[in-house]
């Protein structure tokens, strides 16, 4: 009996786990067996192998071909081990030297005609390997790009198995970068969404920047048609790009969920926007047996909105209150428990009851008041307890058609300012580790940072009801931002008075009108 030995990578999350294929070959009738807790797309992996090995002219082994993936105790899901399979049987049955596998990782599904295909994960199986110290690594060719983004790592890409075997026995290929996809960048540019766009609502758009400023959550409610969708569309615009490891963390996530990375790294904050029919596996992050990320992983480091909010399934919004709070999401399996990040920027959007017209001056409403307080009820208190920001958009009047003809302000012109402010919190957080104000623990906020100015409000607040202890540090959050705005040091009783009627949801004029 021969055996040999190649390498792959298991995915637990956004952790990978180095795998050991084992191949041996004799000791029975012709056939193939594949042990190592592997699911049914892996253990599809016999057809898929035998078939392109016999496609290529390589010959498959008439003899009992046996495939271990160790640790045998790890489930293993998916067809990005076929590469490995078919290296590791090749190496036992003498092709080439087994001796090239011992620093080698290999990822590819296989088809029948031999062609090696793009896997889903690419970018986090590698990251793994490297951390492992491997240092060369087998990927299918169109997913060259994306590879090449993992530093400290050998490269090839192939695009069949005889291209595999070239590589295997030191005649590699000629590497062919697949092309970059500019026009589709071009076209993405082009296509960014302009705060000028939004006519009036100068309040709505100044909650908006400080939501953007402070990365804080943000609640936009008011009847149909105010520009609810319009302002959450457009506070990705106004976040900075990704630093270098935020980059590799949310381009890691992307790729494990089977989004493109042709690219390059993804240097803009992502948008996740899932319609309110969607599933709690696709909002939270499922699956049968690996668990895939959702679109609150997705939207790591970016902005997850929810429009039309109370018409989402109640699990679904119930199952944020872990995630807003700790910036990840544990899915747990009977055998293995995922871990993915989701420290995203929430913003809810909401009609004020099923037809859109409750409260609206000058509108007539045709639900019943035990309608309106279900709907509203929609959006349990401890998710709202959880947004800073509250703010109810009202109609359009004659004053704002006259705006339209007017020229606001851009989101560059936007942009600026909170990178201005993003910048002020990055100097006074550093050293304690954090970056922006929505990030720093309620503890922290009192005992590291001195307090704001006029704390006796939060005092009243409270003794009224007003304010929960979370909301306290809700409302000192917002101060700081919105002292961060304005170029102060400390924040002032204006600036925590205006925090907490954010936080209120209370008319904010006053406040837009000295900054107009």
Known sequence: MSTARAYSVALVGVEGAIVEVEAAIGGGLPRMVIVGLADAALGEARERCRAAVHSQGLGWPAQLVTVNLSPATLPKAGSHFDLAIVTSVCAAAARFDPAVLNDMVLLGELGLDGRVRAVRGLLPALLAAVTAGFRTAVVPATQLREA???????????????????????????????????????????????????????????????????????????????????LAERLPGLLPDLDQSESMEVSAIHSLAGLPLHGGLIVRPPYADPHHSASLASVVGGGPRMALPGSISRAHRGVLFLDEAPEFPPRVLEALRVPLESGRVVLGRAMVHAVYPASFQLVLAANPCPCGNAGTRGADCRCAPMAVRRYAERISGPILDRVDIHHHLAPMSRTYLKAAQSSGETTQAVAGRVAAARARQRHRLVEHGWRTNGEVPGPALRRLLPLPQGVELLDEAVSCGRLSARGVDKVIRLSWTIADLAGAERPTRDHLHTALAMRRGEQLGEVVRDRA
């Open 148 to 230: 090449r983004l993992v530093e400290g790592l050998t490269v090839w890409g192939v695009g069949n198995l005889l291209d595999l075997v070239a590589v295997l026995t030191g005649v590699p290929p000629e590497q062919v970068m697949p092309p970059e996809p500019e026009a589709q960048a071009a076209a993405g540019e082009a296509t960014t969404k302009n705060l000028i766009d939004v006519v009036g609502q100068l309040e709505a758009k100044w909650a908006v920047e400080v939501a953007a400023a402070g990365r804080h959550h943000l609640f936009l409610h008011g009847p149909p048609g105010v520009g609810k969708t319009l």
